[in-house]
């Protein structure tokens, strides 16, 4: 039974990346209502090791509060230095940004499809530092659905 509507309807269930929950809060407002949210968090970018455990401990805390899953990618910065490598001195919103979404999408979207989800999104798009446009364009090009 759908515990929002009281119907035996089920929601589709959505993973939603998330990068910091002050940023998820949003986003999980406007689709819990309409979907099943399970969180993704998967932040290999972040560095040091203790900021992204502290990011960690939030999204749990959110988490928590929506009474929402939480799934936790495996913490590799070595590996995302890989994906960004040639990359390291671009700015704000440059070529290693783009890269960067493309690693943390693509993780999320084998996510999501390895555990039977119907959609994927990002919390990304919240940021104003960040490129809505540049970060939908990667997440459509990622064609593992």
């Known amino acids: 039974m759908n515990k929002s509507n009281g119907t035996n309807e089920s929601k589709k269930k959505v993973l939603l990346h998330v990068c910091c929950a002050p940023c998820a809060v949003h986003p999980i407002e406007d689709l819990i209502n309409e979907y099943d949210v399970s969180l993704f968090y998967s ?4 560095y040091p090791k203790e900021e992204y455990d502290k990011r960690l401990s939030f999204a749990k805390k959110i988490a928590d509060e929506f009474d929402v899953d939480l ?3 495996s913490y ?3 590996e995302w230095l890989e994906w960004i ?3 390291e001195n671009e700015p704000e919103k440059g070529d290693r940004c783009k890269k960067c979404f ?4 693509k993780k999320a979207a084998n996510f999501a499809k390895n555990n039977d989800f119907d959609f994927f999104t990002t919390t990304l798009t919240v940021s104003p530092h960040k490129s809505s446009k540049t970060i939908f364009e990667i ?3 990622t064609e593992i659905f």
């Open 43 to 46: 932040n290999s970018n972040i």
């Open 71 to 73: 799934f936790v990618d």
């Open 76 to 78: 590799n910065h070595n």
């Open 85 to 87: 490598k040639g990359l």
């Open 102 to 105: 493309e690693f943390n999408l």
């Open 139 to 141: 997440g459509e090009a």
